[in-house]
């Protein structure tokens, strides 16, 4: 074909390639950001990490909270070294007003895990949260959490049914927590930051036996794990059953969703070895628990598993069982 000839074919390819706004020698930024390949996208053009393989995972969870973390991975390596499995999740508390730990959920996805954060609403109390007197706030939180692209765990206001904490009953009305929460939870939807695992976390209700709980749930569209916090006492209830069963089956009324014991730890004394067994077998056995988050905090009590050594022989043998230890995919 003569050089005259391609002539006409060559316009035509121009003119349509121009027509679908792509032409050949386009310099556009967002024409280019359209023909970048998801890999090659930047974070802000990214969607967010997907949690969803992560609600109902193939093993249970085993987490630990312990001081120093997730700032530093360094304690959880001990720990892990105590009781011969790495953790994958590892518990943090962080007040209203903090700004997230971006680095520290880096440090725990980078090992393997899932960051769970206790966001502890201290003060303003909750009604301002609810008003939305705290947006700014609450979108600086949110779009650091979107930022960082790893999964979050987060639990606001846990142990909402007591009356020990400043969004608890004495101060804080059921339908104000639910306000709160929900407007939080739609503030983060509004961002994008759809990298959170909403964890809700009432106590066990063994000791406010006249809280029900069902005023305080935010219902199944703000919520993806029910989070049960039950430490095992030297006085209190000594079964799985009867530690977390009442809970439970208070829960079950209102909703199906993933159960994770969120908090936990056995008091030092002659039943620890006993209730080390009793959380670990519990949580192996019931197929609608997911797992299980250690507090391994010296805190009113000597709560780290190291400080028995026959406890932690125990638990050093029952944690070794396949049923824990869930794979975080890298997405």
Request: glycine content about 8%.
């Amino acid at each position: 074909m003569t050089r005259k000839a391609l002539l006409p074919l060559l316009v035509a390819l121009l003119t349509l390639a121009g027509a679908a706004g792509c032409g050949l020698f386009d310099d556009d930024p967002a024409a280019k950001a359209a023909r970048r390949p998801a890999a090659e996208a930047s974070p802000a053009e990214r969607p967010p990490y997907d949690v969803t393989p992560l609600l109902h995972p193939a093993r249970k969870y085993f987490g630990v909270a312990v001081d120093g973390a997730p700032s530093s991975m360094k304690p959880v390596d001990d720990f892990a070294r105590a009781v011969g499995k790495r953790p994958d999740m590892v518990g943090s508390y962080s007040s209203w007003g903090d700004g997230f730990n971006a680095e520290g959920a880096k440090n725990v996805f980078g090992a393997g895990g899932i960051l769970y954060v206790s966001w502890e609403p201290f003060k303003p109390a909750l009604g301002e949260i609810a008003d939305g007197s705290q947006d700014a706030y609450i979108k600086r939180f949110a779009e650091s959490v979107r930022k960082t692209d790893v999964p979050v765990a987060i639990s606001l206001g846990h142990e909402m049914n007591g009356n020990w904490y400043p969004w608890g009953t004495e101060k804080t009305p059921a339908a104000t927590f639910v306000q709160a929460w929900r407007h939080v939870h739609e503030v983060f939807q509004e961002v994008g930051a759809t990298n959170v695992i909403w964890v809700w976390s009432p106590n066990v209700v063994n000791p406010v036996p006249a809280v029900k709980l069902r005023p305080y749930w935010p219902g199944d569209a703000y919520v993806d794990w029910v989070g049960v916090v039950g430490y095992w006492s030297s006085t209190g209830a000594h079964t799985f059953d009867t530690l977390y069963g009442p809970t439970r089956r208070q829960v079950a009324a209102f909703t199906h969703k993933p159960v994770l014991i969120s908090e936990t730890a056995a008091e030092p004394g002659e039943r620890r070895r006993a209730d080390v067994r009793g959380l670990l077998q519990g949580v192996e056995q019931d197929e609608n628990v997911i797992g299980f988050l250690w507090f391994n905090i010296p805190k009113r009590a000597d709560w780290r598993i190291q400080s028995s050594p026959l406890a932690l022989a125990e638990f050093k043998r029952l944690i070794a069982d396949d049923a824990f230890g869930f794979e975080v995919p890298r997405s």
